[in-house]
């Protein structure tokens, strides 16, 4: 199986190592045709209702993605189909953090779990899968209002503060979706994963930027509705990859809200069936409400309220000031005087950068112990340092190779010889110092000739800060990644036989010939495979097209009606699968 390297997709090419760590091989050979029956299952299912309930773009959009209906797809007709609309596909290992999530959009490229669900989860999983993520993102990816809106998100999203407690709550979230897809999961563990992610989910203190552009994201990308309230017709993948929800979120009791800013306060659930939804008009009107919350976050904000944030968030971040610079670490404090950040400070590796590209000399290695600078203008001064020029600079006594003293407004006091200044874009951001001391108005001192070099940030004010560093490549950041795996199946003997029994009908179906055998899965199915459905629901659909051995045919409706009333779970499942026998998908259709 080809690795993501090999896949001629501009998307995939662009992203940063620091995202690169998350992509695995799809290894397309571990699908069993069970695999292939449930993807078969689904996808007809979801042409046969979604035709009439999907936005419109959904059917069509099928094939602009490289989806067929016949076989799960592989990264490859899937990367060749979405280049063409300028994005790309990987694959990934179940729930990645959020915070990664949205940067893969920022990139325009789709992220897709390589698992699929099992037979028994067939109308739902917790845990994204290939249905969900492919059949449920990528259709709508065509409709170019749509795509916009995803990967303005993921540029938003990029930038969101989060907290110590969203990694936790993704932590759990993880775990529980990895052992609910388990098949042989023990159900004290399945227990004890669905308290904690209670636990954490009631523990979660203010919820982050992060936290609250996730809910924007869960009622618009995964479970939105488009149109009016009496009428809307479901665009989001969650609903889409869902053959159950997708009928019951029509129901009259799930209540439909127009979709505005207030659905930041509503919390959703991963586990069940969503109470309420969201309809929007227009996606327009979705970036319109994505704009209203953007302006209340830090990257917009900056300042103290953006500091503050910051240090809460005790991740790596990036304060920019407004001459340009970006200063990005770990912010472990800040001063403050008139509501306004007058000095800030890092902890352990930090850089320097303009323009989101780092400066050379100014990485994490040599900012090794960290960073800090005042902010702010200097005493006496009506222009703010950053927009004076060399010879301005030169003309108050800041000029390289001599001892200035530069007084802030703050009472911040910087003294040393002048080694370099750096200017660009036509502002002064950075004076290096020599034998230098920073004190504050008290006299505190905040930094010692004997430390080295000071290396002194200029600009009035803090205009942004964001999470991230702002040259990610330089800095090489490594996004938090978890150690819980999904777990694989080891096939035993039984499940293995029964895997060649759906092969055996799979290659019927695709090649035609003697049916003669169909008689013998079926009695090898009665005789080992009592509990199976949908391999039996099968060689019906066949006898019954072909309008062959119709006594094997009624045997085996009588047989799935049986179990219909004897296992209430399957007798949906089992009469959608009827409707679809009366009713099938146009070969045209089947891409």
């Not at 069970?34 to 099928?62: C, E, F, T």
């Not at 907290?163 to 979230?173: G, V, W």
Request: glycine share 6%; aromatic share 10%.
């Amino acid at each position: 199986m080809a690795s993501f390297n090999d896949f001629n997709n501009p998307q995939v090419a662009a992203l940063p190592a620091h995202l690169k760590q998350f992509i695995v091989d799809q290894h397309y050979e571990h699908y069993t045709p069970v695999d292939h029956a449930v993807w078969r299952y689904v996808m007809r299912q979801n042409y046969s209702y979604l035709k009439d309930v999907a936005y419109y773009p959904y059917i069509p959009g099928l094939e602009k993605a490289g989806l067929s209906i016949e076989k799960i797809p592989s990264l490859q007709e899937m990367n060749d189909a979405l280049g063409k609309i300028g994005w790309g596909a990987v694959t990934v290992d179940g729930f990645i953090p959020p915070a990664a999530f949205m940067e893969y959009q920022a990139y325009r490229v789709l992220v897709i779990a390589a698992d699929i669900r099992q037979l028994k989860h067939i109308e739902y999983t917790p845990a994204p899968d290939i249905i969900h993520e492919s059949a449920g993102h990528a259709p709508i990816i065509a409709d170019k209002d749509y795509h916009e809106y995803l990967s303005y998100f993921g540029s938003i999203g990029a930038k969101a503060m989060f907290s110590a407690q969203d990694f936790e709550l993704y932590e759990a979230i993880r775990a529980l979706s990895i052992l609910k897809e388990m098949p042989d999961a023990d159900e004290n563990e399945i227990k004890k994963a669905e308290e904690l992610l209670a636990c954490r989910q009631e523990n979660m203190g203010e919820p982050s930027e992060m936290a609250l552009l996730s809910r924007l994201h869960w009622w618009t990308v995964e479970y939105g509705l488009i149109g009016s309230l009496a009428n809307p017709k479901i665009y989001g993948a969650g609903l889409l990859s869902s053959i159950g929800e997708s009928v019951s979120c029509m129901d009259p009791g799930i209540k439909k809200i127009s979709y505005t800013i207030d659905a930041i306060n509503y919390t959703y659930d991963i586990t069940k069936t969503q109470p309420q939804l969201f309809v929007t008009p227009t996606f327009q009107n979705l970036i319109d409400v994505l704009e209203t919350f953007a302006n209340t976050m830090s990257f917009r904000k900056g300042g103290i309220y953006g500091l503050q944030k910051a240090v809460e968030s005790k991740n790596t971040c990036t304060a920019v000031y407004s001459s340009g610079l970006q200063v990005s670490g770990t912010f472990i404090d800040f001063k403050q005087d008139n509501n306004e950040p007058v000095f800030i400070k890092t902890i352990g590796p930090s850089a320097l950068a303009i323009d989101n590209r780092q400066l050379k000399g100014h990485g994490k290695n040599y900012h090794k112990d960290g960073f800090s600078s005042p902010v702010g203008k200097l005493k006496g001064h009506a222009m703010p340092l950053e927009s004076l020029t060399i010879d301005e600079l030169n003309y108050f006594g800041i000029e390289q190779g001599k001892t200035a003293e530069l007084n802030f407004e703050s009472g911040v006091t910087v003294t040393g010889e002048v080694k370099e200044i750096i200017a660009s874009n036509g502002k002064t951001q950075l004076i290096t110092f020599t034998n230098c001391t920073v004190k504050n108005k008290d006299g505190e001192l905040l930094f010692d000739p004997a430390w080295g070099v000071y290396d002194m940030a200029v600009g009035e004010k803090i205009v942004s800060v964001f999470c991230g560093a702002a040259d990610k490549e330089e800095f090489l950041e490594i996004a938090y990644k978890s150690n819980t795996l999904t777990q694989h199946t080891s096939y035993d003997h039984n499940t293995i036989e029964l895997h060649k029994l759906y092969q055996q009908v799979r290659n019927r179906r695709h090649n035609g010939g003697d049916y003669g055998f169909l008689g013998n899965v079926w009695l090898m199915l009665q005789k080992y495979h009592h509990d199976d459905w949908l391999c039996a629901l099968e060689i019906l659909e066949i006898l019954d097209h072909e309008e062959i051995e119709p006594d094997l045919a009624a045997e085996i409706r009588s047989f799935l009606e049986q179990k219909a009333l004897d296992q209430p779970e399957f007798k949906k499942l089992i009469n959608d699968g009827f409707y679809l026998i009366k009713h099938p998908v146009e070969q045209k259709l089947v891409f």
